[in-house]
């Protein structure tokens, strides 16, 4: 029924840019704070990024400068623009609610690596 579904990760090195896309199914996120998380193997889920229904943004302090997070709800998508990436963003990234219950989906794999 309700569904995210991550896109765009993919493997780049060190100094590279990736654009994620958390696509909406189900439900209209119009109203909704909405945020990026990430996973890397052995650590806990965190947040990076969120932005509100008005536009809201704020950040990590870890990614602050390098990613923003975007949002057209004409499309019913989130966005993430990743620039300078590091190694330490290799994650899985995923895409949810910032409040109410949670909806995982499977995430996008980001590999950072020279």
């Known amino acids: 029924q309700v569904q995210l579904v991550e896109s765009g990760g993919g493997l780049v090195q060190p100094g590279g840019s990736l654009r994620l896309s958390c696509a909406a199914s189900?439900?209209?996120?119009?109203?909704?704070?909405m945020g990026w998380y990430r996973q890397a193997p052995g650590k806990e889920r965190e947040l990076v990024a969120t932005?509100?229904?008005?536009?809201?943004?704020d950040y990590a302090d870890s990614v602050k400068g390098r990613f923003t997070i975007s949002r057209d709800n004409a499309k019913n998508t989130v966005y993430l623009q990743m620039n300078s990436l590091k190694p330490e963003d290799t994650a899985v990234y995923y895409c949810?609610?910032?409040?109410?219950?949670?909806?995982w989906g499977q995430g996008t794999q980001v590999t950072v690596s020279s």
């Open positions: 949810n609610f910032r409040w109410g219950p949670p909806r």
């Open positions: 932005i509100t229904s008005g536009g809201n943004t």
């Open positions: 189900g439900i209209i996120i119009s109203v909704n704070t």
